[in-house]
């Protein structure tokens, strides 16, 4: 029996990383939770590892995915000295026809594989097809056979996404995503069987597009983050079969949002930057929408001079916004005043960032309920931040009095922070009081 080889390569990376066994073993734990793996492992597993012994398969991609979010670069197999993985296994083959986008939407429906696919991390090493790439790889897409589709088939698409848009903003997504994937698996697919002119091919494909990015988003509200990511990358592929530049760039900004809210600044500015790059003839309001998003993810990098200047130009394309680019009317002050807020946050402006987030309450014309709830929050923490505990008690309190009626995986997320952040302060009345509201909730929803 051959005696096992130190892998000097794995040896190599993690001694780039600057961890020692003990912490590399401890985020490797963690990022097994995005998974829904509890892993146990420790330095002396490291050390296993280093001396030759192969970590399982499943644990092979998470040593991978782990290493080239310290280090901002993918790392493959060969790299780490793993050997490398059969062909069938990489997650990240495209959905090239219509057979797989189907097969990938019945899975996402079915209760016996929707655990499979929620384990999925979001990786750092995913690469968003560029435009002429999405363009050109989908061809199988913008062919039908079968039955003819018109005008209303597309615009049955475009009305079930505005509704279904519409029940996840007010009740959240855990009762809108199994109606969009429902709808995807069961009409969509069908639709995109059937034959079409080109023009209404290309509609299709366009709305099919915009509801996998919306589901995307409402998994991402899941905490489902790695389905999130691949919901978005076909989205992207749709986009790119139905040449729609429009969706194609909307997609890439909120795979950045993704990005930055998770703590990943390089992969969130990659994908902002290449949203404004690639988006033709802009309108300033679609500007400011691009700008604000690249605005955020270079202050998250650090870049001060980048995060200001984008911030400028989207102030500027704003305030030469008029009526058109309604697909981006939301962009509006209150979106503006929220970049304002995250850019002060991540350059170390706390002060400025709590106040720049409450003006962004008093701006907003229309509060979506899951939004002004998840808001409320994030204000909330930025209060306390600051030392103005009263005023984060009283912003908390609002955030209260929607979250029973929203169910959320982020919100969900920002109510166990805010119960941690209080217990150190249960001698204020007000901490108090919230903490005790707080706790008669977790009850009454069992958590």
């Given at each position: 029996m051959a005696s096992r080889q130190p892998n000097d390569r794995l040896r190599l990376l993690l001694e780039q990383t600057g961890w020692t066994h003990g912490q590399f073993a401890r985020r490797l734990?963690?990022?097994?939770?995005?998974?829904?793996?509890?892993?146990?492992y420790d330095g002396s597993s490291v050390c296993h590892w280093l001396n030759g012994v192969l970590p399982r398969p499943p644990v092979r991609r998470l040593v991978l995915e782990l290493l080239s979010r310290r280090l901002n670069h993918p790392v493959t197999h060969t790299e780490a000295g793993f050997p490398p993985p059969p062909a069938h296994s990489s997650?990240?083959?495209?959905a090239r026809t219509v057979e797989e986008l189907?097969?990938?939407?019945?899975?996402d429906m079915d209760p016996s594989r929707r655990g499979v696919l929620g384990t999925a991390f979001f990786s750092v090493t995913l690469t968003a097809p560029e435009?002429?790439?999405?363009?050109?790889?989908?061809?199988?897409?913008?062919?039908?056979?079968?039955?003819r589709i018109g005008e209303g088939e597309v615009a049955t698409v475009t009305a079930m996404t505005r509704r279904i848009s519409e029940l996840d903003n007010e009740f959240g997504t855990f009762h809108a995503r199994p109606m969009a994937v429902s709808f995807l698996a069961n009409t969509v697919s069908l639709y995109l069987r059937a034959d079409a002119s080109a023009q209404v091919r290309a509609a299709l494909l366009s709305a099919a597009s915009g509801l996998c990015r919306l589901t995307g988003y409402m998994a991402v509200d899941e905490t489902l983050h790695g389905l999130g990511q691949r919901y978005y990358l076909k989205?992207?592929?749709?986009?790119?079969?139905?040449?729609?530049h429009s969706a194609y760039c909307g997609t890439l900004r909120m795979m950045s949002v993704q990005a930055v809210d998770l703590g990943h600044g390089p992969v969130a500015r990659r994908l902002a930057d290449a949203a404004a790059g690639a988006a033709p003839d802009t309108?300033?309001?679609?500007?400011?929408?691009?700008?604000?998003?690249?605005?955020h993810a270079a202050a998250h990098t650090g870049d001060r001079a980048a995060a200001l200047r984008h911030l400028g130009e989207a102030e500027a394309a704003l305030d030469r916004a008029g009526t058109e680019d309604e697909g981006f009317a939301s962009y509006d002050p209150a979106a503006?005043?929220?970049?304002?807020?995250?850019?002060?946050?991540?350059l170390g402006d706390r002060q400025g960032s709590a106040d720049a987030m409450q003006a962004t309450e008093r701006?907003?014309?229309?509060?979506?309920?899951?939004?002004?709830?998840?808001?409320h929050f994030l204000l909330a923490e930025r209060q306390l931040a600051v030392g103005r505990l009263e005023e984060a008690c009283a912003t908390w309190n609002q955030a209260l009095d929607g979250y029973p009626r929203v169910r959320s995986g982020r919100c969900d997320e920002r109510f166990t922070a805010m119960r941690a952040l209080l217990r150190p302060h249960l001698r204020n009345r007000h901490a108090r009081q919230v903490h005790e509201r707080a706790a008669a909730l977790a009850a009454r929803r069992g958590s």
């Open positions: 734990n963690r990022l097994g939770t995005e998974t829904g793996r509890t892993l146990r997650p990240a083959t495209p189907a097969e990938f939407w019945r899975q435009w002429a790439e999405a363009v050109s790889r989908t061809a199988a897409l913008r062919r039908g056979e079968g039955s989205a992207l592929e749709l986009a790119g079969a139905a040449r729609d309108g300033p309001r679609r500007r400011a929408f691009l700008a604000g998003q690249q605005a503006l005043m929220y970049h304002v807020s995250q850019v002060r946050y991540h701006l907003r014309h229309v509060g979506y309920r899951r939004t002004t709830v998840r808001r």
